[in-house]
């Protein structure tokens, strides 16, 4: 059964569609990176899988119940952790008393373990709390009733790196003991780095969605080589070659053909050193971005 | 069940306590004042006409402690401050909680709508109980002290008759709590609706040709002088507010069940 099913949610303030006609599943047990610039729609759309947003037209399963359906959605919310954008306590208590308070209407059985790692001070009242206090809080609350599905807007938001880096392991960890996790970010470096899978959302459009190694492999190698001798540009590319950057007898290109055609190639070339990698997500990311900037301004073009 | 009741019915008991011996204290205060009021009052009666005499409110109106208890605290304070205090809490009691992202967090917990709404305005219990415990309690000390006396069941009275009164303020304050979309809008709404009501149902009793306006001003229900000096208790005025608190209640919980947060 999938975690959480979006069928054509559609989210219309009027002015502005927040989300237009958005479909996807998300698997049980994967990390999904929901992924898009700041307003692209992200947190409308877990609004609404939260029942905090009804949407215009479409519906959402999550964990098997209907957002549609309140009391179904509020049974399920005892297996649910959502770590908002947004994080608001009431700042005149303490850390303690919220987490207490928390606890009281869903259960703690891993307050302990996780204030092991994430150590907000307690007995501080919230306004004292620095962002990443803030942050670590939420996360407590997030996860010590040991969710099935985690959802997460924007998470490490505020977190120092040693913060960050635990909080990707603790995602993997609990990846592997069956937990779903559903990650909205703009960082495209955390979504590579734990995500399954990514779906990528731009002015309320869902432009693509993909597993994430099949979506780096798709999007070729970054190669960077040095040649003994310097060649005319025509001489150099293939069909294989983009973004080519040539300077000197150094070159550097996104190669999408299959890696042993390229090495024969440099080597008939005679070349003097050469260095393969995987591409950044970033720059996946911003090919999807331009292309579908491009279909909107079409589409919008022939709405006129 | 009742987990946001509890929490919130603690948060409220500090302000609660506080407001609690404040008022007690300016009762007491103006308790203080009573005797040498009355005695100016006699003085001042004595030598004027009876249509003045009954403008002021007639004969008793400021001269015995049950019309000037009835005058400075309960209509003053309790009708008016107390009134808006209850609006002004309420109206925090949703759209704050949006605005600052709490209610987020707090819908992400398996909680409904409807129990958020019933169980953070249950909590005005807290205060309802408290003021309406230890207030008639100081001014009946107070009375004792300057030497007067006064029917303690007319204090109990005009206190309970008072409650659905100040359910009405609360719900008026909820109401624009779910409408109001910015919680500074709703609080000083709030304070506006109160005193304006107040002011209507007051102004109005003097223009006998729109006496029915009076009718929607929940004030016009809760009569603290006829309580205290004629001990006349309309239960049917109170059962009217009661009616108005529990429609308005409803129609606060059914906009907030569907309001987009």
Redesign the interface.
């Known amino acids: 059964m999938s975690a959480i099913e979006v069928v054509e949610l559609t989210k219309d303030y009027g002015d502005v569609r927040a989300n237009d006609d958005i479909s996807f599943n998300v698997e049980s047990g994967e990390i999904f990176g929901y992924l898009g610039p700041n307003g692209a729609g992200k947190t409308t759309t877990i ?1 609404q899988l ?5 949407p215009t037209s479409g519906t959402a399963k999550i964990l098997g119940a209907d957002i549609h359906n ?2 179904a959605l ?5 297996s ?3 770590l ?1 954008d ?5 700042e005149e ?1 303490t850390g303690q008393k919220v987490l207490d ?2 606890a ?3 259960s703690d059985e891993r307050r302990e373990e996780l204030l092991e790692s994430f150590d907000p001070p307690l007995d501080r009242p919230i306004r004292e709390y620095s962002r990443g206090n803030r942050r670590m809080l ?1 996360l407590i ?1 997030t996860l010590m009733h040991n969710p099935d599905l985690v ?1 997460m807007d924007e998470p490490t938001v505020g977190l120092d790196p040693l913060k960050k880096d635990l909080l990707h392991k603790l995602l993997e960890s609990e990846r592997d003991r069956g937990t779903t996790v559903f990650f909205s970010s703009h960082v495209l470096s955390e979504v590579q780095r734990i995500c399954d899978r990514v779906g990528i959302l731009r002015d309320g459009d869902l432009v693509t969605i993909e597993d994430v190694n099949s979506l780096i492999k798709r999007g070729g190698k970054r190669v960077r080589t040095r040649l003994s001798k310097d060649l005319d540009l025509s001489d150099f590319v293939t069909d294989d070659m983009l973004n080519v950057e040539k300077v000197g007898n150094a070159a550097q290109f996104t190669y999408t053909g299959k890696v042993k055609d390229l090495l024969t190639y440099l080597d008939e070339l005679d070349v003097e050193d050469v260095n393969i990698t995987d591409p950044q997500l970033a720059e996946i990311f911003k090919h999807y971005y331009n292309d579908s900037k491009t279909k909107s301004a079409n589409k919008s073009g022939g709405d006129r | 069940m009742f987990e946001i009741l509890y929490y919130e019915g603690k948060r409220r008991l500090r302000s609660s306590t506080v407001l609690t011996i404040l008022f007690s204290a300016l009762a007491l205060f103006y308790i203080s004042f009573f005797p040498s009021v009355k005695e100016m009052g006699e003085e001042m009666m004595a030598g004027l006409p009876d249509a003045v005499i009954e403008m002021f409110g007639g004969l008793g109106a400021f001269t015995t402690i049950e019309g000037y208890l009835a005058a400075e605290v309960y209509i003053i304070f309790w009708t008016v401050f107390v009134g808006i205090y209850f609006a002004y809490s309420a109206a925090n009691l949703i759209v704050n909680d949006i605005q600052k992202e709490k209610m987020d967090l707090v819908l992400s917990y398996p909680v409904s709508r409807r129990q958020i709404i019933i169980e953070k305005t249950s909590a005005f219990g807290v205060p309802l109980l408290l003021l309406n415990a230890v207030v008639p309690v100081a001014i009946y000390i107070g009375i004792s002290l300057i030497g007067e006396t006064i029917e303690p069941l007319r204090l109990v009275m005009v206190h309970l008759l008072s409650i659905p009164y100040l359910l009405v303020c609360i719900a008026i304050g909820l109401f624009l709590s779910v409408v109001v979309d910015r919680a500074k809008i709703a609080r000083y709404a709030s304070i506006g609706a109160i005193f304006g009501l107040y002011l209507i149902s007051n102004i109005i009793s003097m223009a006998k040709n729109f006496e029915w306006i009076g009718l929607i001003t929940p004030s016009h229900y809760f009569d603290p002088p006829k309580i205290l000096r004629q001990a006349t208790y309309n239960y049917t005025n109170a059962t009217i507010l009661l009616i108005a608190f529990f429609v308005i209640f409803i129609a606060s919980m059914e906009i907030f069940k569907r309001k987009d947060i």
């Not at chain 1, 947004?86 to 009431?90: A, E, H, K, R």
Request: hydrophobic share 40%.
């Open positions: 609004k939260l029942g905090l947003l009804s309140e009391k509020v049974d399920k919310k005892e649910i952790g959502y908002p947004l994080l608001g306590f009431d208590v308070y928390f009281s209407i869903r939420g609350q959802i």
